[in-house]
Each structure stands twice: as C-alpha cells, then as structure tokens.
C-alpha cells in the first residue's frame, strides 16, 4: 500500500476544489439561465398574481391623464401628479407587503415622477422580484445544485482520510462521477512503486 505523498495530496486537493469551482459556475448559469425563462413566462402574469394589475391600470391610466395635460395649467399639472403620486405610493405599500412576506431584495419606494411612467417603474422592479423567485424554484429543481456541496465534502473526506492512493484515486474518480464532474488523475499517480 502506497501512502498519498504531500505533493500528491496538495494536487489533488487542488483539483478538487478546481473541479467543483467550475462545475458550480456552470450549476449556477444554468440556474439563471433556467430561471431567466421561468421570469420571461411569468412577468406577464405576475401583476395579476399579485392581485396589483388592476392599481397598475388605474396607474396607468393617471400617469397618461397627467402627461397628456403636463403643459396644460398648473393647477391642473399638480392635481394629476398628486393623483399619481397617491396611486403610485398604494401600488409601492402594496408590493412592500408582498417583498417583506416574500423575502425579495427588490426597492419599490425609489420613484419619482419626473423619472418614467410609474408602470413601467413599477412592472421593471417586479420582473426583478419574479426573476428572484424563479431563480430560487430553478435551484431548488436542479437536480446538482444540492449535490455538489455533499459530493464535493464527500471527495474531501476521502481524499484526507489517509488511505493509500489507489483506493482514493477509486473512492475520488466515484464521487466525481456522481457528481457529474469529469476527473482523470495522470498513470503516474496511480502506479505502484517497487
């Protein structure tokens, strides 16, 4: 039996956390790039999942009454922007109920006015907040995502378990492979001095 030799030990170490790097980048692409098409066929509906489509109507509708009358006089200006406003902040109240229940990382309450029309503010930050929520139902259904951390603990154990090398070359090459991860260690690491 051939003890792993410092040198070896250090390598494989080394691949391992290499190995597993990339692989969770990859996981991690493809979460987002799964989780970007489950947002991309949500956003439509997600208004209407929050039940604020229609406040987002009535929004709407004053944000155009107010631009269509912005050089009309100035009483009128201030009337429809304070409309705005008031239904701009009960779309915001409204979502911040939804963000603080459901843990988004999304901000409701930076429109202004001046900026866009409070729909499009307002439908902008909630594809963010879909776009969270799909990510976390893309990891959750990834079938590698959880596993890695197991595997790669799992390849760790083994390789510092003080074995001799051709049994965790075996024991590593089986993790690997649960993992999903490709892993070819050079015949020279392998072999068995005399």
């Known amino acids: 039996m051939k003890p792993i030799r410092s040198n070896e030990l250090l390598y494989l170490d080394k691949v391992i956390n290499d190995k597993f790097y990339a692989k969770r980048k990859d996981v991690e692409t493809e979460i987002s790039q799964t989780a970007q098409a489950i947002s991309d066929k949500a956003s439509k509906h997600f208004p209407k999942e929050l039940?604020?489509?229609?406040?987002?109507?009535?929004?709407?509708?004053?944000?155009?009454?107010?631009?269509?009358?912005?050089?009309?006089?100035?009483?009128?200006?201030?009337?429809?922007?304070?409309?705005?406003?008031?239904?701009?902040?009960?779309?915001?109240?409204?979502?911040?109920?939804?963000?603080?229940?459901?843990?988004?990382?999304?901000?409701?309450?930076?429109?202004?006015?001046?900026?866009?029309?409070?729909?499009?503010?307002?439908?902008?930050?909630?594809?963010?907040?879909?776009?969270?929520?799909?990510?976390?139902?893309?990891?959750?259904?990834?079938?590698?995502?959880?596993?890695?951390?197991?595997?790669?603990e799992y390849a760790k154990n083994i390789l510092y378990s003080g074995g001799d090398i051709n049994t965790v070359n075996i024991e590593l090459k089986k993790a690997f492979n649960d993992a999903e991860i490709e892993f070819q260690l050079p015949k020279s690491l392998t072999q068995i001095s005399a």
């Open 51 to 152: 039940k604020v489509d229609s406040k987002l109507k009535t929004l709407n509708q004053a944000y155009k009454e107010y631009a269509d009358f912005i050089q009309t006089k100035e009483r009128m200006e201030n009337d429809l922007r304070t409309k705005v406003k008031n239904l701009a902040e009960q779309v915001e109240e409204h979502l911040d109920k939804y963000k603080q229940s459901r843990n988004w990382d999304v901000r409701f309450d930076s429109y202004d006015i001046r900026d866009d029309n409070p729909v499009n503010y307002f439908e902008r930050a909630m594809r963010e907040a879909c776009f969270e929520e799909a990510k976390v139902k893309a990891t959750k259904e990834h079938k590698l995502h959880s596993l890695l951390n197991s595997q790669q």
